[in-house]
């Protein structure tokens, strides 16, 4: 850890492992995944930022891709499958996974502040393939509907029907009214006013 300037610095982590996924969604909680690839085993850590200590939230799972609530509760998971993509839910404080409504990648989700709702790219078919390698290396493309998710309840909402766009990098707006998001295939940007 360090300050903005760079002058004071602390070590909290070291890994034999390289090539971590860091993110850092709530105060006390810094996550890290192991990188993806369908032929692995992927983890995921939570590391607590003041004291060091790590605790696996999931493990073992093919081809791993993680989406944390900001809240620490929840974590949305994919998992590589020879059949493409299953999507979970982990329920960080009762240790259980639970089914997604929708299958899709954790990368093309987004979760609201309260940690109470997702909004997720969902493609409206997902072929068999290596996932996520053959998706990141762009072999395969999606065609996605945008959908809001109650993640207490699993209701889910369609805001945008097939949109003919590989949907990438949600974000919200301040007032929650626009959803922003990239187009993989060719890097340009989009915007979807909620209802």
Known sequence: LTNKSGGTQKQILVSPL????VSWPSARIITLTSKASA???GMLLFLDPDTGATRTILKGIAGLTT???PNGKRVLAGEST???VYTLMRDVTKETNSFFPLQTLPEKCLWTNDGET???AVPSAIFPAQYPDQWYRGQVSF????YKIDAQTGQTSLMAGATGLDAIG???DQNSRTLYFENKTDKT???LTLR
């Not at 390289?18 to 996924?21: A, G, I, V």
């Not at 065609?143 to 945008?146: E, F, G, K, L, P």
């Open 18 to 21: 390289k090539e971590w996924l």
């Open 39 to 41: 032929g692995s085993p």
């Open 67 to 69: 989406l944390s609530s």
């Open 82 to 84: 020879k059949t493409g």
């Open 118 to 120: 997702l909004y997720c």
């Open 143 to 146: 065609n996605d509907a945008i």
């Open 170 to 172: 949600l974000a919200l």
């Open 189 to 191: 940007l989009w915007a």
